[in-house]
């Protein structure tokens, strides 16, 4: 059975910093680019990061560039979201998603693009 874990959500200051991990069983992430997505209350989801099947390649919507960095451990199985300088609006479930990536270097921050996804984790922030 694929499944995506994700995990590492919970209440944090403005300012502050957490670190999302997106585990996968069921299959190897290997072979698959992964985004992290996010969804606030009363707003459609978004996407804010995604790194390709190799490493080699990160991307992130403009709102979380420069605070947030997206990292994979092939050996674990395991992607992570580490997130700094936390605001108030960052709050949201995350959620990641995997798709089989043909190609080593390519990842999308689109939402169609992605074909398993997670359950999401909560991350609130606030004082």
């Known amino acids: 059975q694929v499944e995506l874990v994700e995990s590492g959500g919970g209440l944090v200051q403005p300012g502050g910093s957490l670190r999302l991990s997106c585990a996968a069983s069921?299959?190897?992430?290997?072979?698959?680019?992964i985004g992290w997505f996010r969804q606030a209350p009363g707003k459609e989801r978004e996407g804010i990061s995604c790194i390709s099947r190799s490493g080699d390649t990160t991307n992130y919507e403009d709102s979380v560039k420069g605070r947030f960095t997206i990292s994979r451990d092939n050996t674990k199985n395991t992607v992570y979201l580490q997130m700094n300088n936390l605001k108030p609006e960052d709050t949201a479930v995350y959620y990641c998603?995997?798709?089989?990536?043909?190609?080593?270097?390519?990842?999308?921050?689109?939402?169609?693009?992605?074909?398993?996804w997670g359950q999401g984790t909560q991350v609130t922030v606030s004082s």
């Open positions: 998603a995997a798709v089989p990536a043909l190609t080593s270097r390519v990842c999308r921050i689109l939402e169609s693009y992605y074909i398993h």
């Open positions: 069921g299959f190897t992430l290997d072979y698959y680019a």
